[in-house]
């Protein structure tokens, strides 16, 4: 699946999108979220939440193809020193949206 193009990268995510080889034609979204970037288990999950709450919300601007939602840099523990603060979410929303609405304006 990450052979697909990167349609959207943000400082902290990157997405790419590749179309489906099946019969069944709709919007599949994947979460990848590695121990590299996010070490404690609580922030990954809570990410990857992030990531499928936004996907849900945003569905109709993406295409029906299947998106892959990489989390490719870490987040700096100096700003965020608890693994699942409110501050961390957020920010974590933010770039999402950003992410999310720039992939779902290019063709």
Request: hydrophobic share 50%.
């Amino acid at each position: 699946m990450l052979d697909g193009p990167v349609i959207a990268r943000s400082h902290h995510f990157a997405m790419h999108r590749r179309s489906l080889n099946r019969d069944a034609e709709g919007l599949v979204v994947g979460a990848l979220v590695p121990k590299r970037w996010a070490r404690r288990a609580v922030t990954r999950n809570a990410i990857r939440r992030q990531i499928y709450d936004i996907a849900l919300a945003q569905a109709q601007a993406l295409h029906p193809l299947a998106h892959v939602v990489r989390l490719r840099a870490a987040f700096d523990r100096k700003h965020f020193v608890s693994a699942s603060s409110d501050a961390l979410k957020s920010a974590v929303r933010q770039e999402l949206l950003l992410l999310f609405q720039s992939a779902s304006i290019k063709p």
